[in-house]
């Protein structure tokens, strides 16, 4: 079975308790850049890290970072930006193609919100390319793309028997990659026989109109490239769906703006949808039993996190959806908004000190 990026994800998504190291790196291809990055996140880790470790604890716990910088070949493999992931259990680097900023933050879980923009943004998808002599199966995202299999036809085959032979190869495959998800399948070749071959199918998440009405594998990048920008765009036709469903929920009394308000129905479990801003930091600390919170002018110690992070942390954890947007997407430059699960719990009034009314 082929893992889906969210289930490769999912371990540092749902990760807590004990100590987190999140490092993100800007990676422009200079090595020099990304170490010096590096470094400068390794000293801010230590300077947080030793006021709760000894030196023996902080030097173990930072060993693998310190490997990264004497030991260059991991980073002349990562094609785009890099995360850097160290709990006391588990050490893990991964490429990470979407923009993210420099940042080193030591928290009570991963810093996730770069990870969800990825998955939000990048959804896998499969491609079937179909000629005259054969159809070629491949996976890709907006940074991958290979060939997984080809089914070669016997000479002077009439078009249903096309169909009779790529249906039970393709749900093979299907049986094998879409257990746990179910990318967006798409076709090129003839418009009749991939109509013809779509409805013999019954795959909920194929595209019965071809991407392109013929195919040559010399020329499978171009469909490729057609391929992720319509998922490009339908990306961003989902966070302009979620902002026009929080716009039908608040004539209905269903939302909440205020940070306090929505961190207390957060820790009541009554958080549908979450839209939170991807360039945008609150620290502080959530009473993971009352829903208060501590908000403090910067990242203070080993306790204090993104309050956006957690509170995306937790709507993920209790089966809701997170939508990460820029700043600018969400009405009036708010950094969060909430979707509530229903309507009898969003009458409640809550009194909450007006700090700050952009939150």
């Not at 604890?57 to 070949?73: I, N």
């Not at 990562?78 to 850097?84: D, E, L, P, R, S």
């Not at 179910?182 to 019954?202: W, Y």
């Not at 620290?283 to 110690?301: N, Q, T, Y």
């Amino acid at each position: 079975m082929i893992a889906s990026k969210r289930n490769t994800l999912r371990p540092l998504i749902e990760s807590a308790n004990g100590i987190h190291l999140s490092v993100y790196l800007v990676n422009n291809g200079d090595l020099i850049y990304v170490k010096a990055q590096l470094r400068e996140a390794l000293r801010q880790a230590q300077d947080c890290l030793l006021p709760v470790m000894n030196n023996e604890e902080c030097s173990r716990f930072m060993e693998p970072l310190d490997s990264l910088l004497k030991d260059s070949r991991m980073f002349k493999q990562m094609k785009g930006n890099i995360g850097i992931f160290r709990n006391q259990d588990s050490f893990r680097m991964i490429n990470i193609p979407v923009a993210v900023e420099h940042l080193c933050q030591i928290a009570t879980s991963f810093h996730i919100k770069p990870l969800l923009k990825w998955l939000q943004s990048d959804q896998e998808f499969l491609l079937v390319g179909i000629d005259d002599q054969a159809a070629r199966l491949y996976i890709g995202s907006q940074d991958s793309f290979k060939n997984l299999d080809s089914l070669i036809f016997p000479k002077s085959i009439e078009t249903p028997e096309v169909v009779d032979l790529m249906n039970p190869w393709l749900k093979e495959w299907l049986s094998l990659i879409a257990k746990d998800f179910k990318p967006d399948l798409f076709f090129a070749g003839d418009k009749s026989l991939v109509r013809s071959f779509t409805e013999q199918l019954n795959y909920s998440s194929a595209v019965q109109s071809p991407i392109f009405e013929s195919f040559d594998p010399s020329n499978v990048g171009e469909a490729c490239l057609a391929v992720r920008k319509l998922l490009k765009v339908e990306a961003q036709k989902a966070i302009e769906r979620s902002l026009q469903e929080f716009r039908f929920a608040e004539a209905d009394n269903r939302t909440r703006k205020n940070l306090f308000q929505i961190a207390k129905a957060v820790i009541q479990g009554r958080v549908r949808k979450l839209i939170v801003s991807d360039d945008l930091s609150i620290f502080g600390k959530i009473d993971k039993v009352s829903g208060g919170l501590a908000i403090h002018p910067c990242d203070l110690d080993h306790e204090d996190d993104d309050i956006l992070d957690d509170l995306a942390q937790m709507v993920l954890s209790q089966g809701g959806e997170v939508v990460v947007a820029s700043q600018d997407e969400i009405p009036k430059g708010r950094p969060i908004l909430a979707i509530l699960d229903d309507e009898e719990s969003s009458h409640e009034t809550l009194h909450i000190p007006l700090i700050n009314p952009v939150l």
